[in-house]
């Protein structure tokens, strides 16, 4: 059986949120950003995911303690500089190793499980997500040559130094930066990428390798996710916004597609861990959040708040706020009422 170890990379301070907290520790989709990739990566990874925190990550480690292991990136110098801060806890550890940033936290479980898998059964040294955007992306860009095998990742700064610019710019495929490696293939070349200039000061580059197993005429292949969602990262308070309807989107969709009726999903707010029955109907205005269960046959709001609490069979729950309470089958609460522990 194949072992994988999940790396992410969670040193970043988030300057760009103007906040006194660690960006990934911000909610979106009603928990810490983090923590929805980290989840992920716990049911895929055959260790206990490693997570890269700057000087001073304690929120990261209060919020997850012992479910991870933390190495520490005391200076700031690149992607490829954090990855190499994890060989000492997993050279000789797994087959293969996985490494993403830690602020997407829309980046599928199942996704990360597919990469595994494709780098297992091809043999490739490396295998990257990516994505279908826009030209006008920031992202850098997914150069493949013959027989469909990515060649090479052209970051934008660069692309706009050759001398033919458009060709690179004009590349849909961008890079998601979610990586499945060789395991000892890796370890082997990651302390000896090149130093480069960025605007931020000297840095090494995971996209490095690229270059690398190129040259060594290695396997290289590249997934397109079918959720361009997957790769939303939440770096500003602005690109939260985005990141918190597309967690919504996702929601609504799946429960539209489970038999639970959304009057007007636009107004409808249900976290990811939320369970609802069958034939269930939730009016506009509702937030459903936490560790709530919804029973089947019921009707939900409008204007309606249930956070942490559970809902039996056939109630109804209109204009009312329930909180970390068991509501019985067949019971109406409301309208105006608020039912607390």
């Not at 490693?50 to 000087?55: N, S």
């Not at 936290?105 to 898998?117: H, K, S, Y």
């Not at 790769?231 to 969709?253: D, P, Q, Y």
Request: hydrophobic letters at 40%.
């Amino acid at each position: 059986m194949t072992t994988t170890a999940i790396v992410l990379l969670a040193a970043g301070q988030g300057t760009r949120m103007n906040s006194k907290y660690q960006k990934i520790l911000h909610d979106v989709g009603g928990k810490p950003m983090v923590l929805h990739l980290f989840e992920a990566a716990e049911a895929v990874a055959n260790v206990p995911p490693v997570v890269v925190v700057g000087p001073g990550g304690d929120g990261v480690r209060q919020l997850l303690g012992q479910r991870a292991t933390y190495v520490v990136q005391e200076e700031q110098l690149g992607t490829g500089h954090a990855a190499l801060m994890a060989q000492p806890v997993l050279a000789g550890q797994t087959d293969q190793v996985i490494i993403t940033y830690a602020d997407m936290p829309l980046l599928r479980r199942e996704t990360l499980q597919r990469l595994a898998e494709t780098q297992a059964g091809s043999g490739a040294t490396i295998v990257m997500l990516s994505v279908l955007g826009d030209p006008a992306s920031s992202f850098g860009r997914v150069v493949r040559g013959q027989a469909n095998q990515v060649v090479e990742i052209v970051e934008v700064a660069e692309a706009r130094k050759r001398p033919n610019p458009d060709t690179f710019l004009n590349i849909r495929e961008l890079n998601a930066g979610v990586y499945c490696f060789a395991a000892d293939w890796l370890w082997t070349h990651v302390d000896k990428l090149p130093l480069r200039q960025a605007r931020s000061g000297p840095e090494y580059y995971l996209t490095d390798l690229i270059e690398t197993a190129v040259a060594q005429n290695r396997r290289i292949e590249a997934i397109i996710t079918s959720d361009p969602d997957e790769c939303l990262g939440a770096g500003t308070r602005h690109e939260m916004v985005a990141v918190e309807k597309a967690f919504r989107r996702r929601a609504n969709n799946y429960w539209l597609d489970h038999g639970v009726t959304l009057v007007d999903p636009e107004t409808i707010y249900i976290d990811p861990d939320v369970v609802i029955g069958q034939d269930t109907v939730i009016w506009p205005n509702s937030y459903i959040q936490g560790d709530t269960t919804i029973g089947e046959d019921c009707v939900i709001g409008p204007n309606t708040l249930i956070r942490n609490a559970t809902i039996g069979h056939g109630c109804r729950v209109r204009q009312s706020t329930v909180e970390q309470v068991s509501v019985a089958d067949g019971q109406q609460v409301g309208p105006f009422a608020h039912v607390r522990k």
